[in-house]
């Protein structure tokens, strides 16, 4: 299984280089649209529709949603800060939330646990991700940001599996997720810093203004938001009853697997370059 997973890894992590090298905003924009239709798919299934019209249905909902605020937002004419951080803040408002929801599960259950509060939820999550993604391509050296943002969050993931193997003994959230570990935790974080110090060392000198302990507060904080990202969707899976929201990526389950950490990261890391007067 882990051999297919690297596999399945360095297929995916050369197609999205590809495409950030290749490929200019509009056309990143919408790939970045029909990726996130693939994993409401998948959500459309935990969150209870699972005939395939209410599935398709709930995906078009969602593309609908993506062309609005590409539009509302001006997404395509260089975004102001302005339009972008209400959207964003609502987003990391949201994830705060559901951060209290992860600690108190299975009790708080009765809270979001209905079909119409679970596809609601699906939908903020995921035009919150293609929101922050579209943001961070229009900021000057816009695809670097975005490496860098999936390189943190797969150091984190990365980090978080092979500390927590190693070492893991005390349970995180047991309940959600219990193969996640506190040791775990901290050995992603200790990878996000250390890709944060990387990163730091080779800014352009354009993003040199950018003072050091930020983006090391940035880093802390997207990597939190990463591990409540899995930890989340981790718990829709629980109640859904499902192990996997898809089956789609050899060794890694579903688009939504995948997306998962990203979902939590992405908002907190774009509305922090926001904070960070980028």
């Known amino acids: ?8 890894a360095v297929i995916l992590a050369s197609v999205f280089l590809a495409s950030v090298i290749f490929l200019n905003m509009n056309w990143l924009s919408l790939l970045f649209a029909f990726i996130s239709m693939a994993a409401a798919w998948e959500w459309a299934g935990l969150a209870g529709w699972t005939m395939s019209w209410q599935r398709g249905l709930y995906s078009l909902v969602l593309f609908a949603c993506l062309v609005a605020l590409w539009f509302f937002c001006e997404l395509g004419d260089a975004p102001t800060r302005t339009a972008v951080q209400p959207w964003l803040g609502i987003a990391c408002l949201f994830w705060s939330v559901a951060m209290l929801l992860v600690e108190s599960y ?3 259950t009765w809270l979001w646990r209905s079909a119409i509060t679970r596809t609601l ?5 995921l035009t919150a991700t293609w929101l922050s993604a579209v943001f961070l391509l229009s900021l000057p050296y ?13 150091a984190a993931d990365i980090s978080a599996y092979f500390v927590g193997r190693k070492w893991g003994a005390h349970k995180l959230a047991p309940a959600v997720s219990p193969g996640k570990t506190w040791e775990g935790l901290w050995g992603g974080v200790l990878g996000v810093l250390i890709v944060t110090a990387v990163v730091a060392a080779v800014l352009p000198l354009s993003l040199s203004h950018l003072a050091l302990p930020s983006i090391f507060i940035l880093g802390l904080a997207f990597a939190g938001a990463s591990v409540l990202g899995d930890l989340t969707v981790s718990m829709v899976k629980r109640v859904s009853g499902v192990k996997d929201s898809g089956s789609l990526l050899p060794g890694h389950g579903g688009v939504l697997d995948r997306l998962d950490s990203l979902c939590g990261a992405s908002p907190v890391f774009a509305l922090g370059l926001i904070l960070m007067g980028y």
């Open 1 to 8: 299984m882990l051999r297919q997973r690297i596999i399945t």
């Open 106 to 108: 299975p009790r708080s």
């Open 121 to 125: 939820m699906g939908w903020l999550i």
């Open 142 to 154: 816009g695809p670097f940001l975005m490496v860098v943002l999936v390189l943190g969050v797969a």
